[in-house]
């Protein structure tokens, strides 16, 4: 099984900046893409940003120039820097990554529980 465990939200006020991480634990034999998503209440969930395991990166037109994402494969930790956020930022934000549990498995995708970001004044 793995695990994957955001940290790093919390109430903010507009402009503001917060770092959000994920670390992925339990059976690891690689990972490939890790990345992050949000949902605000009502809305569906959308992807932010992702990076693959060399380092190449994808970002919504929302938050690019704004929020960077970042990896450090030997913790098997991703991380979200945002900067300039706004109250549209408010949302549940939610870490994903591809796992291949053992050599001999295909790449499973796994969720984390999801951090609370609330950008407000």
């Known amino acids: 099984q793995v695990q994957l465990v955001e940290s790093g939200g919390g109430l903010v006020q507009p402009g503001g900046s917060l770092r959000l991480s994920c670390a992925a634990s339990?059976?690891?034999?690689?990972?490939?893409?890790m990345g992050w998503y949000r949902q605000a209440p009502g809305k569906e969930r959308e992807f932010v940003a992702s990076i693959t395991n060399s380092g190449r990166t994808n970002y919504a037109d929302s938050v690019k120039g704004r929020f960077t994402i970042s990896r450090d494969n030997a913790k098997n930790t991703v991380y979200l820097r945002m900067n300039s956020l706004k109250p549209e930022d408010t949302a549940v934000y939610y870490c994903?990554?591809?796992?291949?549990?053992?050599?001999?498995?295909?790449?499973?995708?796994?969720w984390g529980q999801g951090t609370q970001v609330t950008v407000s004044s």
């Open positions: 339990g059976s690891i034999f690689s990972i490939n893409g």
């Open positions: 994903n990554a591809e796992v291949r549990p053992y050599s001999n498995y295909a790449y499973q995708r796994s």
